[in-house]
């Protein structure tokens, strides 16, 4: 399975301001995939990013509130812009496995919005 | 109606106990069925994955997928407190790749006592 390591592991952030997820893979991957879990909820896409393309968003979210960067088939950023309680969530890192028939995902950041 | 339905519980085994974690979904394209383990405070971690109906077993772990019935299991055998975690079960219609979006349950919380 690929290595994930994401930054931050967690944060507090003050509601208004913006915070970005680094997600560094140890292994060249075509497909990142960026998703939230809320308390209680299940886990949900945000996004697809695809090294060299604008990220295709899910129903929801929207890229002026959560802007995703992909500049090699390593990495990724999430930025969760003017963030409020609501925000206060995990944002996972994932990526597709080597034989392409699942995804692995990172350690998670885990954001609180006070 | 979500698309995937799982009870949250927490249920609570002693050690040594055979535990069942099940899902029910409403989507008949969903082919590829996953299980992930989600340790406190840790992203979720692959255990099993099927594709179709069918059983598949792995040490202790059996995963079951009945899709006439729209039903997913997994089974531990010979349960240990280290594996208290929880259990979320994700499926998709497709792996290929730009198309691949998975869709979880909630999780169910499993605590197994010494």
């Known amino acids: 399975s690929a290595v994930i390591s994401q930054k931050p592991s967690r944060d507090i952030c003050q509601r208004g301001t913006s915070l970005t997820i680094q997600c560094q893979v140890d292994?060249?991957?075509?497909?990142m995939f960026w998703y939230r879990q809320q308390p209680g909820q299940s886990l949900t896409l945000i996004a697809t990013?695809?090294?060299?393309?604008?990220?295709?968003?899910e129903s929801g979210f929207v890229i002026d509130k959560f802007p995703i960067s992909r500049p090699n088939l390593t990495f990724s950023t999430l930025t969760v812009s003017n963030m409020s309680p609501e925000d206060s969530s995990i944002y996972l890192c994932?990526?597709?496995?080597?034989?392409?028939?699942?995804?692995?995902f990172g350690e998670g950041s885990w954001l609180t919005v006070v | 109606q979500k698309e995937v339905e799982q009870d949250p519980g927490p249920l609570s085994v002693p050690e040594g106990a055979i535990v069942s974690l099940n899902c029910t979904y409403s989507n008949s394209a969903f082919q590829y069925f996953m299980w992930y383990r989600q340790y406190s405070r840790k992203g979720p971690e692959l255990l099993m994955y099927?594709?179709?109906?069918g059983n598949k077993e792995d040490g202790r772990f059996t995963a079951q997928v009945d899709k006439s019935s729209k039903y997913i299991s997994l089974f531990i055998r010979d349960s240990q407190p280290s594996d208290s975690a929880t259990y979320l079960c994700a499926m998709t219609p497709s792996m290929n790749t730009g198309f691949q979006k998975l869709v979880f349950g909630t999780g169910t919380r499993l605590l197994v006592s010494p």
């Open positions: 994932s990526v597709d496995g080597p034989s392409g028939n699942t995804i692995y």
């Open positions: 990013a695809n090294q060299g393309s604008e990220a295709t968003y």
């Open positions: 292994s060249q991957v075509t497909m």
């Open positions: 099927t594709y179709s109906s």
